[in-house]
């Protein structure tokens, strides 16, 4: 079963430089969110989506965009790096959005901005 | 506002000694508690939730969580720890269609 996968799982890029990752899942789940990890402070929602065609900001949106053009597939695009942007991203998908749907995650892009 | 508090940012625990890991909460409404585990270079994996019902959840890999309504407490425990479980251990929590929201995390190292 391969859940959610995440690509690539290593980059390094350049400061304004731009690059999409990529979420797939195959669950048929109608939720997908995008979360960076960061040392001491958890994980923290960058967006989300309810639904194919949809999407919506988390907790720390600027600076990401995202695109759900397909139900399986979650975009997550950095236009323009930053070093704060150096981080670990997780995407992950729920079949709902209701409180007992737990979530699934893939495992994660590395990302290093020099 | 929602928010999960993990005041220890790592655990230790002798091999076959009973671990907690704790978790307390803040929520208005009815609250949906979620433990994920970490390991290395790896995503989130979903451990047990409470969503209703019996205060004591059962859990995969023998874990189990106790909720405390009176505490606001939602601690993970497991009864005799063993060194593969060392891992990160992440609290959640949701209530109605809010967005899940994350503890910070809490390191378990389990010694030989």
């Known amino acids: 079963n391969a859940g959610v996968t995440q690509t690539p799982k290593f980059r390094v890029l350049k400061t304004g430089q731009s690059m999409t990752l990529l979420c797939a899942q195959d669950?048929?789940?109608?939720?997908m969110y995008w979360y960076r990890q960061d040392p001491g402070m958890g994980l923290r929602l960058i967006h989300y989506?309810?639904?194919?065609?949809?999407?919506a900001k988390g907790e720390v949106p600027d600076g990401y965009n995202v695109s759900r053009l397909k139900k399986q597939n979650f975009l997550l695009g950095l236009e323009s790096a930053a070093p704060s942007q150096t981080s670990v991203y997780f995407c992950?998908?729920?079949?709902?959005?209701?409180?007992?749907?737990?979530?699934?995650f893939g495992d994660g892009t590395r990302l290093s901005i020099l | 506002a929602q928010s999960v508090a993990q005041p220890e940012d790592q655990v230790n625990v002798a091999e076959g000694n009973p671990l907690t890991v704790k978790c307390t909460y803040s929520v208005s409404g009815n609250p949906y508690l979620f433990w994920y585990v970490q390991y290395p270079n790896r995503g989130l994996q979903f451990l047990l939730k409470y969503i209703t019902g019996d205060n004591l959840v059962k859990g995969s890999y023998g874990f189990e969580a106790e909720f405390n309504k009176s505490q606001t407490s939602f601690h993970l425990k497991k009864p005799s720890a063993l060194v593969s479980d060392s891992a990160l251990y992440f609290c959640a929590v949701k209530t109605g269609f809010q967005k899940l929201v994350f503890g910070t995390g809490t390191r378990l190292l389990v010694s030989p």
């Open positions: 992950a998908s729920s079949y709902s959005g209701e409180s007992y749907q737990p979530q699934h």
């Open positions: 989506s309810v639904g194919e065609g949809t999407t």
């Open positions: 669950m048929n789940h109608e939720y």
